[in-house]
């Protein structure tokens, strides 16, 4: 099924944003389904699937299996692909692309409607296509079509000269399950030498998925057949299975491994459906396979589905012993693979001015076009596009540019210069199209009440695609300014809005990303179905409580049997509420509950609805490995006091930005700049410890430890001297632990939180008036400090401070405000200054109390420290 999202657009602007954590899947991002990858020489060549978009099956070129780049499309001229009346989630389906012999080959099947496949009168005969220079669109030859019915067609060139083809259609004519067929072909005239035969059928149990295997690709390894399927239908069951035989005839025997994709075991992972595998080999010897997946924007998505579609990954492949392929070495699919490859940094900002035409191949229109309707040499540097009689609600080829969405989060922007509507059936705008029953514009039309142009948008809602239509008057646009349109996307949906005169953007309609959700068959088989309720009446109260118990029953069967923590161990309450965590907490108990629960479970630990304590040390480089794909709680809300910082903040755009503003503050290069700052205070400490030393006195090595950092931290982030080391009163340290323990039980409750906030300075609870009064505090003393240090501009000592104030980010030139500085400050020293001293004191303990490891200290110390009787250290880096 197609999935996608097009943004129709004119003169465009678009914010991407930019990832650097190794290889970042998906590697061709946004609607690319069903890849299809060959490598010629040092050339790896791939093709996916368009649908009822046109032109048709583009080709990606890339050196090194991570830079991909677009260099045109198999289908471009009507004569090859002639989309009439297409309806949403026909045309092209999965090709295959190979290379023999000096051609490279392009098969495919189009579709003008999705139906049964034992409805032999709407499934058309596969075609493919040659180039002998594939750099070249232009050069793809006229269709030669093959005898053999179905779709997701494959070509096999045996090492005897033989070729074959493979398509999926039902085993038996009606009532059949999917199976693979495979005829021989006469590759010059695409006519079947013999007659198909079963090649292989869907071993999958009904009650586990759809009895379905499509999309096979057949290789030939050191004499043997391997066969990859797609198997399960498209959805959270989709999949890939591996089979081999020593003939073409069979039996083939399923791989020890299969599915050697799925990730459809744990429906929390942040990568789904993945299936529908090609395989290829690099020019060292390493395998790889290409394949589709989603990344579903849940759990805030009402549905789940992704508004981008099906897009293009990449996982190792690696081979056991026995010789059968194991794909990421049978690990789930993650969105990041920091070992694998290399990392790749995507263009935050894409523009086409349309100088001389398009900049790219990445342009669509909707079926095949009857005739151009886009003009770029009558005004240079503007795109022109001639209206016809056709709207986007039709299944046809209305006059509409289109460009696919690659990033969930993402602004495109068009500005319309010209445009002088005489009816309201003349309109020019931007839209999320999805299909001819959902997409969504905001557009310049014509007013019937004034006569002049006005802003209009069309939304599209509901499971009957319900038109809601605003029209908006505004002066400057009736008098034909300049127009610049905007479409905002958000992981929750989209809104919609306009400016004029390099104004901000005055938004006008949002829509939930479920009315722009991938899985168009859902969406057409609303437009044609009602579903009738029953009525009934009851006593109000007896059915409120039925109702309640009911729910309740619901809820927790679900947290206790289905949801996908369900198997992990732990206390009964916490499978269900985080509330028992809270009362552990507000009575000082949790570390030691956190500890018993760990020797009573087990190394994992389920502590919460949607969390797990881990004990094993195993798990950490797995979870941060992990970098995005686990997203942050809405737990460190609870440190987000008064603006986002970079520690708490869960907005993904403001982490980045901040961490590009930030980076060179904690390099490593400004902090060798600032380690003459920290030296004096190390000396400190060591002063105390010899004070205490000489005199034998017993005293607290962790409440030194927190002099010692509270010092550092303050030095660094304010250039304030706490001058906690000298004095050593443990009363006048600022308000640190108080703020945390605040911030845990904001956290815990998160659905709470804005209710809490807004009346705790009512509520007359003592301990909590303290805890608020001690954030109130820290916050004061950060702003002091701040205030103090940017007022001080005759400073020209390196600190972190420093750092801070003069730190821009290199793609915007934004620069940190002072509240933004304030805040970044605050989390320093309440997060570092906490870490900092448990991390050490714990340290310490862990040295004092193994005298082996004590004497290793002393002696990796003492091959950097020269005189610790007169410097800290010698040798820095």
Known sequence: MKSTIFMRLASVVALLPTFAQGLVNPIIPGFNPDPTIIRVGQDFFLATSTFEFFPGVPIYHSTDLVKWENIGHALSRPSQLNMRGTAPSGGIFAPTLRHHDGLFYLIDTVFDVISPPDNVTRVPRSFYVTTPNIFDQTSWSEPTYVDQWGFDPDLFFDDDGKVYLTSTFSEFVENGNFANWITEIDIKTGDSVGNSRVLHTTTVPPELGYPLTEGSHLYKLNGTYYM?????????????????????????EGNPHNPVLWNGEDMSLPVL??????????????????????????????????????????????????????????????????????????????????????????????????????????????????????????????????????????????????????????????????????????????????????????TRTGP?????????????????????????????????????????????????????QSYVQEIEANMNTKQLLPVATANPFTSTAASLAVLIGLYTFYYRKIHPLARFPGPFLASLTNLWRLRELGNLHLPETLVVLHEKYGDVVRIGPNMLSFRQGSAVPRIYKAGRTLAKTAFYDGFTSFNPNLFG??????????????????????????????????????????????????????????FFVLDVLGDLAFRCQFDSQIEKDISKLPPINDHIFLACLMGMIPDFMPFIKSVSPWIPIPWLQRLLAARQSLKNLTAQCVKSRIADTGAARKDLITSLINSVDPETGSKL?????????????????????????????????????HAKAVEEVDTVVDDVGSAIMKTSG
């Open 228 to 252: 990859v399927t797609a198997d399960s239908g498209t959805e959270a069951n989709h999949k890939a299975n591996v089979y081999r035989s020593q003939t073409l005839d069979g039996p083939w």
């Open 273 to 458: 459906a993945t299936g529908h595998a090609d395989i290829v080999d690099d020019v060292d010897g390493n395998w790889w396979a290409v394949f589709l997946a989603i990344r579903p924007q849940n759990p805030r998505n009402s549905t789940g589905l992704p508004q981008l579609g099906r897009e293009t990954f990449l996982c190792p492949v690696i081979w056991d012993s026995d010789g059968w392929p194991m794909f990421n070495n049978n690990e789930p699919i993650t969105e990041y693979m920091p070992d694998v490859l290399y990392d790749l940094d995507r263009p935050k900002v894409w523009r086409d001015d349309f100088e001389g035409g398009l900049t790219d191949e990445a342009y669509y229109y909707t079926r095949t076009p009857y005739k151009r309707f886009t003009d770029f040499e009558s005004s240079p540097g503007k795109l022109r596009i001639r209206g016809n009689v056709y709207t986007l609600n039709d299944r046809e080829t209305p006059a509409a540019l289109l460009r696919k969405q690659v990033d969930i989060n993402t602004t495109f922007s068009t500005e319309v210069s010209s445009f002088s509507p005489v009816s309201w059936r003349q309109e020019a705008g931007a839209s999320v199209y999805l299909s001819i029953h959902y997409h969504n514009e905001v557009a310049i039309t014509y007013s019937n009440d004034t006569g002049k142009r006005c802003i209009v948008t069309h």
């Open 649 to 706: 903040t869960r907005d993904e755009e403001v982490h980045s930005m901040r961490r590009r503003q930030m980076a060179h503050a904690f390099s490593l290069q400004s902090i060798k700049e600032m380690e003459q700052h920290i030296d004096g205070h190390m000396l400190q400490f060591r002063k105390n410890l010899d004070e205490y030393s000489q005199t034998g006195e017993i005293f607290d090595l962790k409440e030194l430890i927190a």
């Open 464 to 516: 009957d695609a319900t038109l809601n239509t605003t029209y908006i008057e505004d002066e400057d646009v009736a008098n034909g300014d300049p127009v610049k349109l905007f479409i905002e996307a958000k992981d929750v949906g989209y809104r919609l809005g306009y400016s004029t005169g390099g104004k901000a953007p005055s938004w006008l309609a949002t829509v939930e990303n479920r009315w722009l």
């Open 817 to 853: 405000t002072e509240l933004d500085i304030q805040t970044e400050a605050f989390a320093f020293i309440v997060a570092g200054s906490h870490t900092t001293s448990g991390t050490l004191t714990l340290l310490f303990s862990h040295i004092l109390q193994n005298p082996a490891v």
